[in-house]
Nanobody
Framework: QLVESGGGSVQAGGSLRLSCTHP????????MGWFRQAPGKEREGVAS???????EYGDSVKGRFTISKDRANNALILQMHSLKEGDTGTYFC???????????????????WGQGTQVTVS
């Protein structure tokens, strides 16, 4: 199971750090990503990292968010800075048992999902 944590409420301009524990996945062999979904909107790809460490980011978060692997704790990290109201939503961790994906910011590329953690920016 993928389990997210670290969500919360923050003022615009603030920072949050999300974490996703992913037993069963090996960060050096599998592709993982962060997605978000706001009420009434489709799930959106935020960031991804493949087994080789190659990262991709959604256009709206480039330069503000960083995805990384915490190998010691077998966790996926999303560091978010300069948060905006438009970043509000439920953030999901996702995994795929493959080294890389052709379109790693597309939700249907992933097979496993966490329950999500809420991020509210006001």
């Amino acid at each position: 199971q993928l389990v997210e944590s670290g969500g919360g409420s923050v003022q615009a301009g603030g920072s949050l750090r999300l974490s996703c524990t992913h037993p069963g996945y090996t960060s050096s062999r599998h592709c993982m990503g962060w997605f978000r979904q706001a009420p009434g909107k489709e799930r959106e790809g935020v960031a991804s990292i493949d087994g080789n460490g190659l990262t991709e980011y959604g256009d709206s978060v480039k330069g503000r968010f960083t995805i990384s692997k915490d190998r010691a704790n077998n966790a996926l990290i999303l560091q978010m800075h300069s948060l905006k109201e438009g970043d509000t939503g439920t953030y999901f961790c996702a995994g795929a048992f493959t080294l890389f994906l052709r379109q790693p910011l597309r939700p249907n590329e992933y097979t496993d999902w966490g329950q999500g953690t809420q991020v509210t920016v006001s």
